[in-house]
């Protein structure tokens, strides 16, 4: 199994930049594929990007595209989720995950997840 943990979060203005990272530890990190999701209050917790093993393939959710990029460094086990030109609307509590699939957008399709890190944005 592997464990997660991520970090970066905390309270931006609107139009300011984060960068998330989830570290790895465990199995070999490069055996799974990877997606960062966000749960904000009240509603059902959605995926905002994945990628596959070798980074190879992405996927983003409409609301994030040409904002927030996704990549990894193998070598180091870890995640990234850069995130730019943030919105008030991307406050949420953000998670990693990570799944044996090779590229999947289905959270339970997902088998080991982090504790999420805090993103709250201001107008």
């Known amino acids: 199994q592997v464990q997660l943990a991520e970090s970066g979060g905390g309270l931006v203005q609107a139009g300011d930049s984060l960068r998330l990272s989830c570290a790895a530890s465990?199995?070999?990190?490069?055996?799974?594929?990877m997606g960062w999701f966000r749960q904000a209050p009240g509603k059902e917790r959605e995926l905002v990007a994945c990628?596959?093993?070798?980074?190879?393939?992405?996927y983003y959710t409409d609301s994030v595209k040409g904002r927030f990029t996704i990549s990894r460094d193998n070598a180091k086990n870890t995640l990234y989720l850069q995130m730019n030109s943030l919105k008030p609307e991307d406050t949420a509590v953000y998670y990693c995950?990570?799944?044996?699939?090779?590229?999947?957008?289905?959270?339970?399709?997902?088998?080991?997840w982090g504790q999420g890190t805090q993103v709250t944005v201001s107008s």
């Open positions: 995950a990570a799944s044996m699939a090779v590229l999947t957008m289905r959270p339970h399709e997902y088998d080991y």
């Open positions: 990628i596959s093993k070798l980074g190879g393939a992405t």
């Open positions: 465990g199995r070999t990190f490069s055996s799974y594929s």
